[in-house]
């Protein structure tokens, strides 16, 4: 087949046309989907719905971080005991069980040692010792007054004397760290009947949380038998990332959450921030101390610490004026001629009906502070009634 060279150009311009023609088509149906698209987020309020909402500009409040970790309930280890036996021995007799509230002083085990009986035959030797030296010494200076001896002889007897008085304080010593009282050993130099059974005592009033101990057992000094510890007051600790410890000082509020006692809410202030940092959990230690005069707190409870920073400024709206949808937070922002903007915002957590502004908005931006709701209801109604 065989076309006229005169129509050619005439198919080609043709062509060409549709091709524009087309192209301006779609340029355009683009043009009009952004601007029905940015349309959508658009919305004019009428005179009846103005009734239902309220405009102010965007302020900022005095606002507090709050940062959630998670603890425990501890022992306060000021009021923590860990008592031990003061001699070598066997376990005779158990006077304490664990949970038993003791007061200082009370006896919680005895032990018998032959360590104890050595030490105090020491000291009855010593103090024999000691007393006859100090008659020599007497002797001889009455010995010295008739010029029967040289002084020299009296001199070699007042030194033995004094090495004799060293030795029983130092027997003496030794039964104090063994644990014999003062009145003890006065008895022991009067009677000079040697006791080898050695009580371990309470130290402190309180409750005992921890016993290691049997009858029959051999102990030594080195051995934790009994802790005992007073659970008027205990520890409330956590571990803070060390990328937030800078939000958190000394003397900062905290509100301590037990899920054990129905998450009430106990408040407490920061005794303790850690100095240095765990290369394990990359976590620095932090401490509070509660009153648990009734003994509801209990040690190894969980707790979840919640620490206020310091108040700073920042911008702030009301929970009334936040949209969510799709997952997001919205605000309308006020435009000219009665219409305004949904515009997406970032904002912190509720506290006190605000919300901090986080990103989205500019200081002095008027917005629908009361009943944004109802605006975004009727925008839905819009949108609908435009889209059929």
Known sequence: ??????????????????????????????EEATRTDNDT?????????KAQIEVAQVLSLESSDILRVAGQIDFDEQALTRIGASVTGRVTQIHASLGQVVDKGDTL?????????????????????????RRNVERAKT?????????????????????????????????????????????????????????????????????????GQVVQPSDVLFTVADLSRVWAVAQVPEQQISQVKVGQSVSIEVPALEND?????????GQTVNSETRTVLVRTELDNKHGRLKPSMLASMLIESAPVQRLAVPITAVVRQDDADYVFVEEQNGYFRLTPVKLAAEQNGQRVVL?????????????????????????MKNGS
Do not use: W
């Not at 060279?5 to 198919?11: E, G, I, M, R, S």
């Not at 987020?41 to 719905?49: E, T």
């Not at 990103?359 to 819009?382: M, Q, T, Y």
């Open 1 to 30: 087949m065989k076309l006229n060279t005169l129509k050619v150009p005439k198919l080609i311009t043709a062509v060409l046309c549709c091709a524009l023609a087309l192209s301006a088509c779609k340029k355009a149906s683009i």
């Open 143 to 215: 010995l010295f007054d008739a010029d029967v001896i040289s002084a020299a002889e009296l001199q070699r007897r007042e030194n033995e004397y004094e090495i004799a008085s060293a030795e029983t304080r130092a027997a003496q010593d030794q039964l104090r760290v063994l644990g014999v009282s003062a009145k003890a050993m006065d008895r022991l130099a009067a009677t000079g009947a040697i006791d080898s059974v050695a009580s371990v005592v309470a130290t402190i009033k309180g409750v005992v949380v921890e016993r290691k101990i049997a009858a």
């Open 41 to 49: 987020m658009r919305v004019f309020a009428p005179d009846s719905l």
């Open 265 to 273: 809410k106990l408040v407490g202030k920061l005794i303790y921030v």
């Open 109 to 133: 085990a005895l032990i018998n040692s032959s360590e104890l009986s050595g030490s105090q035959l020491s000291y009855l030797k010593a103090r024999s010792e000691r007393e006859l030296h």
């Open 359 to 383: 990103e989205g908005l500019k200081p002095g931006v008027r917005i629908v502070s009361d009943g944004a709701f109802h605006l975004n209801n009727h925008r839905n109604l819009a949108d």
